[in-house]
């Protein structure tokens, strides 16, 4: 599902085109009559028009242009890369996991899943990468490097509420425990350029809230965090899994203020995104000796608000896109 450097979407189609053309005439040429195929849609969406279907088995599935990266951790391991550079960072009490190990920390290793009724299952494929936060422990993290800037992005992933999730209260300061952060050259109050946050916001009883915030750039921290959206119910919601997507856009221009910020999550019994942010007027501000634009980042992160038992969520299905990824 990766891009490789050497893969030609191009070259690819055309040899497609080509076949189908020769299999065309080569119809036609042994047929008369009533008896004659039409080629019409080689991929039967238009039955009507066509007497002959090719397999959607033989038809090369091409990667969309416009994705940048995509992976599902099905290598089993956190090499994945793309022709940008796409780097993962080292594991950060996350591991790449079958359902019955993990197979992934830092280096190939075989730890076999404990029997105690926990649930590895990925999303996509047989591999998924776990978060591990131990009872009273804060920091589980998956950092990325992008390779190159953008200055629009959309990301896409799957993720899993934990089986035994509560919103983690064990803290005498905040309570939010970050879900995502994307930013430019330096992180926070060390980037000229902008920062984003999605976070993880205590709603009581162990409900949890989804809220965003950002930094102005030019080294400061964050303006208080905006939107704070019911997220996640501790008693309904436990081992579910659901698609998150987020589009990020930094203004156009200093001082214009159209950047952009969208969310939308889907439960996996759902057929369609429910939105959760946007706004249309954020000052994200690039930096003035570059990157031009988002280029790195973390998923999950801190947790302000430790967790009382040992929780671990699950991440499938990650990509990256300069174009829609809502379908």
Same mark, same amino acid.
């Given at each position: 599902?990766?891009?490789? !450097?050497? $893969?030609? #979407?191009?070259?690819?189609?055309?040899?497609?085109? +080509? @076949?189908?053309?020769?299999?065309?005439?080569?119809?036609?040429?042994?047929?008369?009559?009533?008896?004659? &195929?039409?080629? /019409?849609?080689? =991929?039967?969406?238009? #039955?009507?028009?066509?007497?002959?279907?090719?397999?959607?088995? =033989?038809?090369?599935?091409?990667? #969309?242009?416009?994705?940048?990266?995509?992976?599902?951790?099905?290598?089993?391991?956190? +090499?994945?890369?793309?022709?940008?550079?796409?780097?993962?960072?080292?594991?950060?009490?996350?591991?790449?996991?079958?359902?019955?190990?993990?197979?992934?920390?830092?280096?190939?290793?075989?730890?076999?899943?404990?029997?105690?009724?926990?649930?590895?299952?990925?999303?996509?494929?047989?591999?998924?990468?776990? @978060?591990?936060?131990?009872?009273?422990?804060?920091?589980?993290?998956?950092?990325?490097?992008? &390779?190159?800037?953008?200055?629009?992005?959309?990301?896409?992933?799957?993720?899993?509420?934990?089986?035994?999730?509560?919103? /983690?209260?064990?803290?005498?300061?905040?309570?939010?425990?970050?879900?995502?952060?994307?930013?430019?050259?330096?992180?926070?109050?060390?980037?000229?350029?902008?920062? @984003?946050?999605?976070?993880?916001?205590?709603?009581?009883?162990?409900?949890?809230?989804?809220?965003?915030?950002?930094?102005? &750039?030019?080294?400061?921290?964050?303006? !208080?965090?905006?939107?704070?959206?019911?997220?996640?119910?501790?008693?309904?919601? *436990?081992?579910?899994?659901?698609?998150?997507?987020?589009?990020? *856009?930094?203004?156009?221009?200093?001082?214009?203020?159209?950047?952009?910020?969208? =969310?939308?999550?889907?439960?996996?019994?759902?057929?369609?995104?429910?939105?959760?942010?946007?706004?249309?007027?954020? #000052?994200?501000?690039?930096?003035?000796? &570059?990157?031009?634009? $988002?280029?790195?980042?973390?998923?999950?992160?801190?947790?302000?608000?430790?967790?009382?038992?040992?929780?671990?969520?699950?991440?499938?299905?990650?990509?990256?896109?300069?174009?829609?990824?809502?379908?």
């Amino acid at each position: 599902m990766i891009r490789p !450097a050497s $893969f030609n #979407p191009i070259s690819i189609l055309k040899k497609s085109i +080509s @076949f189908t053309l020769i299999s065309a005439f080569v119809i036609i040429a042994s047929c008369s009559g009533d008896d004659t &195929g039409n080629m /019409g849609d080689a =991929t039967g969406d238009n #039955p009507k028009d066509s007497t002959l279907t090719i397999p959607r088995d =033989t038809i090369p599935v091409l990667e #969309p242009k416009d994705v940048l990266f995509y992976d599902s951790f099905e290598s089993g391991d956190m +090499s994945a890369t793309n022709t940008d550079g796409f780097q993962w960072s080292g594991n950060n009490k996350t591991s790449v996991v079958t359902n019955e190990a993990a197979v992934w920390n830092n280096g190939e290793i075989n730890n076999p899943k404990p029997d105690d009724g926990r649930d590895w299952t990925s999303k996509d494929g047989s591999y998924g990468l776990r @978060f591990r936060y131990p009872a009273g422990e804060a920091w589980a993290e998956q950092r990325f490097d992008m &390779g190159a800037p953008q200055k629009e992005l959309w990301l896409r992933y799957w993720i899993r509420v934990p089986e035994n999730y509560t919103h /983690g209260m064990m803290s005498e300061g905040g309570v939010n425990n970050k879900f995502i952060s994307i930013w430019m050259d330096g992180y926070e109050g060390f980037g000229d350029g902008s920062s @984003f946050w999605l976070s993880m916001e205590s709603a009581g009883n162990g409900n949890t809230d989804l809220a965003f915030t950002y930094s102005l &750039g030019s080294e400061t921290g964050s303006i !208080a965090y905006r939107q704070h959206k019911p997220f996640i119910n501790a008693e309904n919601d *436990k081992g579910k899994w659901m698609q998150m997507v987020i589009h990020l *856009k930094a203004q156009s221009a200093v001082g214009v203020n159209d950047g952009v910020v969208e =969310t939308w999550r889907k439960w996996e019994s759902e057929t369609e995104f429910t939105k959760f942010h946007e706004q249309f007027d954020v #000052p994200f501000k690039l930096p003035d000796n &570059g990157p031009n634009g $988002f280029q790195k980042g973390y998923l999950l992160g801190w947790a302000n608000g430790a967790y009382a038992e040992d929780t671990e969520w699950l991440i499938d299905a990650f990509t990256l896109s300069t174009a829609t990824l809502i379908e």
